[in-house]
């Protein structure tokens, strides 16, 4: 059984920081590709950016220079560290990885997903 486990998120004031971090457990053969999404209430669940096993990261044009993602293959999690928050940022933010185990190949994990809110 493989979890994906959140913390981080809160509440802060626009232009303010947070950082979320997202570990991997369980019967895990290998971790691909890890990443974020986010919902916002009566939108879409959309990425934020995602990070491979190996190559570039990418990010939603809406975070591009104010989000870093950042995984510690060795830990088997997957970080997220929001800069210059807007209150257009707000919602539940949701860890994602694509894991391999004995039994299942490339499955795909989400994590119970963590409240961000951005006050203006």
């Known amino acids: 059984q493989v979890q994906l486990v959140e913390s981080g998120g809160g509440l802060v004031q626009a232009g303010g920081s947070l950082s979320l971090s997202c570990a991997a457990s369980?019967?895990?053969?290998?971790?691909?590709?890890m990443g974020w999404y986010r919902q916002a209430p009566g939108k879409q669940r959309e990425l934020v950016a995602g990070i491979p096993s190996g190559g570039t990261t990418n990010y939603a044009d809406s975070v591009k220079g104010r989000f870093t993602i950042s995984r510690d293959n060795a830990k088997n999690t997957v970080y997220l560290q929001m800069n210059y928050l807007k209150p257009e940022d707000t919602g539940v933010y949701y860890c994602?990885?694509?894991?391999?185990?004995?039994?299942?190949?490339?499955?795909?994990?989400w994590g119970q997903g963590t409240q961000v809110t951005v006050s203006s």
């Open positions: 994602n990885a694509l894991i391999s185990t004995p039994t299942i190949t490339r499955g795909n994990y």
């Open positions: 369980g019967n895990i053969f290998r971790i691909n590709a």
